[in-house]
């Protein structure tokens, strides 16, 4: 599975433009995700230049290195004005709805094959009331 992850607030506290404090287990989590799981990472993050590399140093630094880097695949070239859109399967991020769960929580959805399971809805909304054109129209 390829699987994006972020960098502040996901792999290290949120210090931007410094690097923050490592999030415990997240480094080693991501490192058995790929050697373990054989899952592709891609690093995918808004930091750019300087701070991109600063990044990936880190993360280099502790073992973590990533398929690719805020694209695709290593070769993609981003195409003059166009938006960054991944292509990949699951995104890590601090940022979800609810927020980033425990790395360790982390790992089991994806090992186990949850994160990737419909969340079921428990309540459905009574169906809407025609208004008076959809009435009269027979919309």
Known sequence: MLIAVDFDGTIVEHA?????????????????LQTVDHHELVLWTAREGELLQDAVDYCHKRGLDF????RNYPEEQP?????????????IDDRNLG???????IYDMIHNGNA????PQEKTLPPRKKSFWQKLFGL
């Open 16 to 32: 931007y433009p410094k690097i923050g404090k490592p999030i415990p287990f997240a480094i080693e989590t991501l490192k058995r």
């Open 67 to 70: 398929y690719a880097v805020n």
């Open 79 to 91: 195409k003059d004005g166009a938006g960054r859109k991944l292509t990949v399967e699951l995104f």
């Open 99 to 105: 927020g980033l769960p425990d790395w360790g929580i």
């Open 116 to 119: 990737l399971k419909p969340v």
